[in-house]
């Protein structure tokens, strides 16, 4: 499908799942639909399923957004206290229009969570209480994270899915990578046809040197990694280290949950010119969850100041995460809300567009991790590749299965489109639109 035929099908208000290659436009499509709600006074709730995806947007993540947090239940009592905050029923009153990106990264049950917490605040008996719901991923990309053995459910598993029943648009047309053969490489890991000329032009970035100004961004399919080279480049530095230590208070068991939940490290090192990334939402101060940045200097307190990529300039102070019942904290952490960011996980990396990275796949181990990594970059030039093993490559077959079947509904949607004519699709968009003034 064409961008200009899904945003006319998102502008008609049907519920819809936007899909495509990575590179293929699905978030600018969500940008220039974003901007014609806003231009005819429609509310729109910008979420994703990662901070970093969520930035791109100016949103937040979904957790956040519907008050569902980072539990894996929802009861009654704590829809009662969703129930209870103002600021959250005007959230609602306001949202006509419900967007959610990188859905392959959120569960089945957490879109089914979120679901039942919209039908609480709006109408209880249509698909997420008669919101219009935009759905926006590739399921080729990294899944849920799931515990040790578990297999993950993705959101068209889920039963919000068969309600709101969305209309596929999958998107055609790649504009992130800018040579043919980084595009050949990842139509050759969609399609399962790596073959040896595709793993031969791959390891042909073997060890090589980037030709850039910029630095690399380095890449790794594991934590430890990544804590290995932040903390190496951490040691480069010749400044004094300030070091902040987590707090916590309340029962065992949940402090341990939260701290799990909230990536914050229990015991965060600074120095001044470390690279950083912000590990919470906080739209007042002007940061969420996946804002990078440099600590350019420490305030009068100690606190660090952080000049973020796009220049604004942030005193980073400490936050609290809780597991709270009736109102009561039963589980609470405070820290500065910042960890090191020279390197990053394939995880974090989803929703990111790079110019140059320096990537280690020798230990991927679930499908999407290859893929996402090497979507990341827009040319096979911008990469360092430092090991790779077989599954950085491999598909799910299921999802293999799945996006077949995608594309074919996708067809059939611009066909059954392409019978509307002119009048009768402006008339149909201009009724939704006037519905909501």
């Known amino acids: ?180 053969q980084m595009l050949q490489i990842l139509n050759d890991i969609r399609s399962q046809s790596c073959d040896e000329k595709t793993i031969s032009l791959l390891c042909s970035r073997e060890n090589k040197t980037i030709k850039s100004s910029i630095t690399p961004t380095k890449l790794y399919t594991h934590n430890a990694n990544v804590d290995v080279i932040n903390n190496l480049e951490l040691r480069k530095i010749s400044g004094e280290a300030q070091i902040f230590r987590m707090k916590t208070s309340g029962i065992e068991h949940l402090v341990n949950a939260v701290k799990k939940g909230c990536l914050a490290p229990e015991t965060l090192v600074l120095k001044k010119g470390a690279v950083v990334m912000f590990v919470k939402n906080n739209f007042e101060r002007g940061y969420v969850n996946g804002t990078l940045g440099t600590v350019i200097d420490f305030d009068m307190k100690g606190m660090p100041i952080v000049r973020t990529t796009s220049g604004k300039r942030i005193v980073a102070t400490p936050e609290k995460w809780s597991i709270e019942e009736n109102d009561a904290p039963l589980a609470t952490i405070t820290q500065v809300p910042l960890r090191l960011a020279w390197a990053i996980t394939v995880h974090k990396s989803q929703g990111m567009t790079l110019d140059a990275v320096e990537m280690d796949l020798s230990k991927s181990f679930e499908y999407g991790m290859g893929y996402v990594a090497l979507s990341r970059v827009r040319t096979l030039a911008g990469i360092k590749l430092l090991g790779i093993n077989d599954i950085a490559l491999a598909v799910n077959p299921k999802i293999f299965a799945l996006d077949k079947e995608l594309e074919k509904l996708s067809h059939d949607n611009v066909t059954e489109f392409g019978k509307l004519g002119l009048a009768e699709k402006t008339t149909a968009q201009l009724a939704f639109a006037d519905k909501f003034e």
């Open 1 to 180: 499908m064409k961008q200009k035929t899904a945003l006319d099908i998102l502008k008609l208000g049907h519920n819809v799942f936007l899909t495509g290659p990575a590179g293929s436009g699905k978030t600018y499509l969500l940008q220039q639909y974003i901007d014609y709600l806003k231009k005819h006074n429609i509310g729109v709730a910008i979420t994703a399923s990662t901070g970093i995806a969520a930035t791109q947007m100016n949103g937040q993540t979904i957790h956040s957004w519907s008050g569902m947090g980072i539990s894996d239940t929802f009861s009654e009592a704590d829809f009662t206290k969703l129930k209870n905050r103002h600021y959250h029923k005007q959230r609602f009153k306001k949202t006509k229009v419900l967007i959610i990106d990188e859905v392959s990264m959120l569960h089945a049950h957490q879109l089914d969570i979120v679901n039942s917490i919209c039908k609480k605040f709006k109408e209880p008996f249509l698909p997420f209480g008669g919101l219009q719901v935009i759905l926006c991923g590739d399921f080729f990309q990294l899944p849920p994270i799931t515990r040790f053995g578990e297999e993950a459910r993705f959101v068209h598993q889920s039963e919000a899915w068969e309600e709101m029943s969305p209309k596929v648009c999958y998107l055609e047309e790649q504009h992130r990578q800018e040579d043919r």
